[in-house]
C-alpha cells in the first residue's frame, strides 16, 4: 500500500453536464475531534478547512435515525477536493455537497481504498437515493461503469458504505441540516 501522502482517492461527481470533480479523503484523518461549529476539519495534505454541520437523519414522521459530522463541501473547489487522502471515515462522519440546485450526478469511485452510501437528497432533504459504492479492487481505476452512482439531488451526503442499512435509512426520510434547504 503506498503512503497516503503520495496517492489521491477520488470521486467524480457530474452535474447537468458541466464537470465537477470531487475526491473522496479525509475529515481531519479521523484523528481530530471537530466541533460541529467549528471552522470544520481539514484533509491532511492541502491543508484545506472545511465547515461542518450536524445533519440529522429522520423519517417522515419527525423520529430520529441517526446523526453525523460532515464536511461542508459547497464550492466548486470544495467539490473538487471533497473527500480525499483518508483510509477511512469514522463511523459518526461523513461529507455533505451541496450544489446550487437538484440536478443529476454521475458520483464516480476513482482509486478509492473504502466503499460509501452515497444519500442523494432533493431541495427539501427528502432522500430520493442511496447508492451503495463498492471500492474498486486494486487493479481497476474505479472509473469503470459498475463504479458510477448515479442520482438527483441538490445535496449529497458520504458516508461508510453500509451506513444507511444498519440506521435503517430509506428513501423517502429526511436530511436535516443548517446548510439544507437555505
Given at each position: 500500500?503506498?503512503?497516503?501522502?503520495?496517492?489521491?482517492?477520488?470521486?467524480?461527481?457530474?452535474?447537468?453536464?458541466?464537470?465537477?470533480?470531487?475526491?473522496?479523503?479525509?475529515?481531519s484523518?479521523?484523528?481530530?475531534?471537530?466541533?460541529?461549529?467549528s471552522?470544520?476539519?481539514?484533509?491532511?495534505?492541502?491543508?484545506?478547512?472545511?465547515e461542518?454541520?450536524?445533519?440529522?437523519i429522520?423519517?417522515?414522521?419527525?423520529?430520529?435515525?441517526?446523526?453525523?459530522?460532515?464536511?461542508?463541501?459547497?464550492?466548486?473547489?470544495?467539490?473538487?477536493?471533497?473527500?480525499?487522502?483518508?483510509?477511512?471515515?469514522?463511523?459518526?462522519?461523513?461529507?455533505?455537497?451541496?450544489?446550487?440546485?437538484?440536478?443529476?450526478?454521475?458520483?464516480?469511485?476513482?482509486?478509492?481504498?473504502?466503499?460509501?452510501d452515497?444519500?442523494?437528497?432533493?431541495?427539501?432533504?427528502?432522500?430520493?437515493?442511496?447508492?451503495?459504492a463498492?471500492?474498486?479492487?486494486?487493479?481497476?481505476?474505479?472509473?469503470?461503469?459498475d463504479?458510477?452512482?448515479?442520482?438527483?439531488?441538490?445535496?449529497?451526503?458520504?458516508?461508510?458504505?453500509?451506513?444507511?442499512?444498519?440506521?435503517e435509512?430509506?428513501?423517502?426520510?429526511?436530511?436535516?441540516?443548517?446548510?439544507?434547504?437555505?
Amino acid at each position: 500500500m503506498k503512503p497516503t501522502h503520495t496517492r489521491r482517492r477520488h470521486l467524480k461527481c457530474l452535474g447537468s453536464g458541466i464537470a465537477v470533480a470531487s475526491f473522496a479523503g479525509c475529515l481531519s484523518n479521523g484523528t481530530e475531534d471537530v466541533d460541529s461549529d467549528s471552522s470544520g476539519g481539514s484533509n491532511g495534505e492541502d491543508d484545506i478547512e472545511y465547515e461542518t454541520t450536524e445533519v440529522r437523519i429522520e423519517t417522515e414522521a419527525g423520529d430520529e435515525l441517526a446523526t453525523v459530522t460532515a464536511d461542508i463541501a459547497d464550492t466548486p473547489e470544495l467539490h473538487e477536493t471533497g473527500l480525499s487522502e483518508t483510509e477511512s471515515l469514522p463511523d459518526d462522519r461523513g461529507m455533505l455537497f451541496v450544489f446550487d440546485e437538484v440536478e443529476d450526478h454521475n458520483v464516480i469511485m476513482g482509486d478509492m481504498d473504502f466503499g460509501i452510501d452515497i444519500i442523494f437528497a432533493d431541495e427539501d432533504g427528502s432522500i430520493n437515493t442511496i447508492e451503495h459504492a463498492e471500492a474498486p479492487d486494486p487493479d481497476e481505476s474505479g472509473f469503470e461503469p459498475d463504479h458510477m452512482h448515479l442520482g438527483i439531488g441538490k445535496y449529497i451526503l458520504e458516508v461508510n458504505k453500509n451506513w444507511t442499512e444498519e440506521h435503517e435509512v430509506d428513501q423517502g426520510d429526511i436530511l436535516v441540516s443548517d446548510q439544507i434547504g437555505e
